[in-house]
């Protein structure tokens, strides 16, 4: 597994590209990781970040995505919810099994990733499935390398989907760090969000990665594996 995503790496970075390496299914103790929790957890994800980042330290055209959308506090926009997101906590989920585990807040595994050596650019996603960036500055965790920015998800379907939520919730984290909008789609087969929020990160300087690369969904930007576009 390790050797084939060096394979991945290697192809998009000698295609003149800069991959993003994510950590998007999670699990505590002894569960298969087949779903997302709220947040990594203590068990393994420090350990994921750890290998990752030894492996990668000295190729600095790889980003870490910390997590793939943190939902914490029961998908709550709650100072806890914020608190737990840098710092951790003891956080309950409906997946993979159920149950309460120990979160790991972004503070520490950022600190685990700078403690290998590693300063490779880092992006960490907000909460509310990272759609929501209105504590990112407020519980913005700290960096020794100062090489961190901001994660952003946007869907048509998003509670922050309009342009005056992403001017009063965005616009002010992508003036104070760089963001990349990691996922950005709609799930009506049609264009109007994506073009409208692709036209509003122009305006704001921010960068985007569509979702997604596979076939037979209302967000496929692909009608086969040749590439043929879907509108």
Not at 33 to 60: C, G, L
Not at 91 to 103: C, I, L, T
Not at 170 to 179: C, E, L, R
Request: aromatic share 12%; proline share 5%; hydrophobic share 35%.
């Amino acid at each position: 597994y390790r050797s084939f995503i060096d394979g991945v790496v290697n192809l998009i970075n000698q295609n003149g590209m800069i991959p993003i390496l994510e950590l998007h299914r999670s699990a505590p103790g002894t569960t298969r990781a087949i779903d997302q929790d709220p947040m990594p957890n203590r068990d393994h994800s420090i350990q994921f970040w750890q290998e990752v980042a030894d492996r990668y330290k000295n190729n600095t055209s790889v980003i870490f995505e910390l997590y793939n959308e943190p939902y914490p506090d029961n998908n709550s926009d709650s100072d806890r919810g914020w608190a737990c997101w840098r710092d951790g906590c003891t956080e309950f989920s409906d997946r993979n099994g159920g149950g309460n585990f120990q979160a790991v807040g972004m503070q520490e595994l950022i600190n685990t990733i700078r403690g290998t050596g590693a300063t490779n650019f880092i992006l960490r996603g907000g909460t509310g499935y990272a759609n929501n960036m209105n504590g990112w500055l407020r519980y913005k965790p700290t960096d020794p390398q100062n090489n961190i920015g901001a994660a952003w998800h946007i869907y048509n379907f998003n509670g922050c989907a309009n342009v005056g939520c992403w001017n009063t919730n965005a616009a002010p984290v992508i003036a104070t760090v760089p963001m990349v909008a990691t996922e950005i789609a709609e799930d009506d087969g049609g264009t109007w969000h994506v073009n409208n929020i692709i036209t509003w990160l122009d305006a704001h300087g921010a960068g985007y990665t569509p979702w997604v690369w596979v076939t037979g969904w209302g967000m496929s930007l692909n009608s086969d594996y040749s590439g043929t576009p879907t509108n």
